[in-house]
């Protein structure tokens, strides 16, 4: 299993550019979410996915799309890039809860550095 | 809402000795998730642990060990004889455990072990 890859590994872009970051997994996980990593601040949900077809917003979702056409795919899109959007993205995806009260492991891609001039 | 607080941003040791992070967290769910990842410099997130709020057992793995009190919320690592692989960040994380919660971890500001040679 490649488990969670993320393309590309580093991006410049210009203010009103936009772009997709490329998620994918192989381990038939059915919830996948974007994070935002920025100093000092942790790790913030934008948006997730509890399965095919599903999507809702987390934390910070302005300035960003998502959609999930197959369970392997989570493409986070920027729409109109902003200097605001510099940043570390991380996908991660886990295992559906086993049950009520059960959480399970998230496992996270190796990251997007993405620079936004 | 949720919250993380790790208060330590950074911990500079010499190799050999000791280091404990604290975490210390605040939830009204009585059902959650605390876990551990280490960033390396190489900035992938690796995860460490993953503790139920019902298991109250301390941990031990290797030259890691996990403290969970529940009474004072708090959720502190220990790395013992500390080495300069340990160098990195590590976070400590929160996550309802009910399935409305989606994929929402909550992170903390993350602490930056440094250990020199």
């Known amino acids: 299993n490649a488990g969670v890859t993320q393309t590309p590994k580093f991006q410049v872009l210009k203010t009103g550019q936009s772009m997709t970051l490329q998620c994918a997994q192989d381990?038939?996980?059915?919830?996948m979410s974007w994070y935002r990593q920025d100093p000092g601040m942790g790790l913030r949900l934008i948006h997730y996915s509890v399965g095919a077809g599903i999507t809702d917003q987390g934390e910070v979702p302005n300035g960003y799309n998502v959609s999930r056409s197959t369970t392997e795919d989570f493409p986070l899109r920027l729409l109109s890039a902003a200097p605001s959007q510099t940043s570390v993205y991380f996908c991660?995806?886990?295992?559906?809860?086993?049950?009520?009260?059960?959480?399970?492991?998230?496992?996270f891609g190796p990251g997007t550095r993405l620079l936004v001039l | 809402a949720q919250k993380v607080t790790q208060a330590q941003t950074e911990i500079s040791v010499v190799e050999k000795e000791d280091v404990t992070l604290d975490c210390v967290y605040e939830t009204r769910d009585t059902t959650y998730y605390l876990f551990w990842y280490k960033q390396p410099p190489s900035g992938e997130l690796v995860f460490l642990i993953r503790r139920n709020s019902f298991d109250e057992q301390n941990e031990i793995s290797g030259r890691y060990s996990w403290n969970f009190q529940k009474s004072t919320s708090s959720f502190n690592f220990t790395i013992t004889a500390s080495q300069v692989v340990d160098s990195a960040v590590y976070f400590c994380a929160l996550s309802e455990a009910i399935k409305a919660a989606g994929n929402k971890l909550t992170f903390g500001g993350g602490t930056r072990v440094l250990v020199k040679p």
């Open positions: 991660a995806s886990r295992r559906g809860l086993a049950g009520e009260g059960v959480q399970e492991t998230q496992y």
């Open positions: 381990m038939n996980h059915e919830y």
